[in-house]
């Protein structure tokens, strides 16, 4: 397979992926009871040590009803992770949807992608307590996690009055992923001499560093 018809391929399955996030179900009731319940064994007891029975009992309902749901831990946690990395894209999306240039929704996006990976709670549970189970799908094995986010970018790009009018000479993708990789190594290495303690800090060094990216030839 040729480079050009890897990464389509490889945009295919992100675009899938993403879809699958931002659109599925919230679930009924009783499945949101799960997820949060799991959700907050994850965080109190890490992965490895969360059981199914352990969900069960903080959801205050039966094993069977979440086999009948979720067939397996794995998928558990897949649906976790999807309905955690749903909020994270919302949450870029809600802030950039009303900025009328592409330049402000570049920066503006890296403030609340970059805030909220730092603060989200079950991503610094993992990279703390079990860094070994989480690093590898943020690191060596992270292609797919990054394709997922790049896809994302370049969705919020494309819905863009200056890209639906042309007036924009840049490669999305690209700017997507350099976006997306000093996102990662930010939050896996915090300690930077760029100031980015606080989100004006992020905002002012986004606006000297990031913006020009969308005038890029």
Known sequence: MTSTSAAAASSVSASALLAEILHSPDTDGIGIRILDAALAEYLDHGLRRTSVDDIARRAGIGRATIYRRFPNRDELLQAVLVREARRFFEDIAAATADLPTLAERLVEGFVVGLRTARQQPLLNRMLTIEPEASLPFLTIHGGPALAVVREFLVQQYLAS????AGNVRMNPEEVAEILVRLSISLVLTP???????????????????????????
């Not at 001499?193 to 913006?211: F, G, H, K, N, S």
Request: charged residues 30%.
């Open 161 to 164: 009055p200056e890209a639906k």
């Open 191 to 217: 300690d930077t001499c760029l100031p980015l303690r606080t989100d004006e800090e992020v905002r002012a060094t986004a606006q000297r560093y990031l913006a020009p990216l969308v005038l890029a030839r």
